[in-house]
């Protein structure tokens, strides 16, 4: 099975979770993405590894016209209900579906270092984006700056499965490195313009919002399936016991990275 079919089962086992409840809290993130990219009226954008659409749906309300890309079919649906006109296609962020030179901006929030082969995946990102348009991509800040690394990570990390043999490092804290954004832009051929740094806090109303937030999101899904629901939500437990906030609400703390870059 491929790496976007896994991550696609995966991040779509509970989409409607995700989309009500997880992918809000990278609101701060996708504005200063959607800025970062200068979206605006008439621009043609892509965004690679939509999830459910929220970014794809904050374009389309500045005026932008709309193209998105996902591994996951489920996600994809509810996507489709929010933006019934815009162009949705299922793929793998390393052979996407789209002509060269098609898109005046392309954005992938959190996806890039899910890729089985990151390189890959920001030449595509470099391929489909016209000259002198933008591409920006993010990644988790340092871990000593967030708070759901460092807190729940440990946790969690006991519960799954091992790596495959010979799988490259990567996910959460593969571009958190000063510069490494940047880095990973320019190896694309792209020239770096910009970078910065955004406060993204993961905010639950209560711990059985938090829950069902949290095992929405593709790692802690493949948690469950290796260990147990009932082993990884005891894990959560005890972790959100130490974020609670006086009202009841679970609070952590997090900076979340973006880099943008202009193809020649």
Known sequence: MSS???????????AHDYASYLEQVSLPLYSAVLDAA????????????????????????????????????????????????ADLRQGDLATLPFDDAS????TAVNSIFYAADMADALRELSRVVRPGGRVVITAWGPPERCEFLTSVMPAISPLMPPPPPGAAGGGP???AA????????EQAGLRPLDEGEVACPFAFPSPEI???????????????????EDAVRAAFAKVDSA????????????IFLWAAGKRP
């Not at 898109?103 to 392309?106: G, K, Q, R, S």
């Not at 938090?210 to 147990?228: D, E, F, T």
Request: hydrophobic content about 50%.
């Open 103 to 106: 898109f005046d901006a392309v």
């Open 210 to 228: 938090s829950w069902r937030a949290n095992a929405s999101a593709g790692p802690n899904q493949m948690a469950i399936r290796h260990s147990g």
């Open 178 to 185: 000063p510069g490494a954004l940047a880095a990973a832009l």
């Open 38 to 85: 200068q979206v605006v009226p008439g621009t043609e954008v892509l965004d690679v590894g939509c999830g459910a659409g929220l970014l794809a749906l904050l374009a389309s309300l500045r005026g932008a016209t709309v193209a998105a890309l996902d591994a996951s079919t489920s996600l994809l649906e509810i996507a489709r209900q929010r933006l019934p006109n």
């Open 4 to 14: 976007a079919m896994i991550q696609g089962e995966l991040w779509g086992a509970r």
């Open 243 to 254: 974020h609670v906030r006086p009202d009841g609400s679970i609070h952590y703390e997090n």
């Open 173 to 175: 804290r593969a571009l």
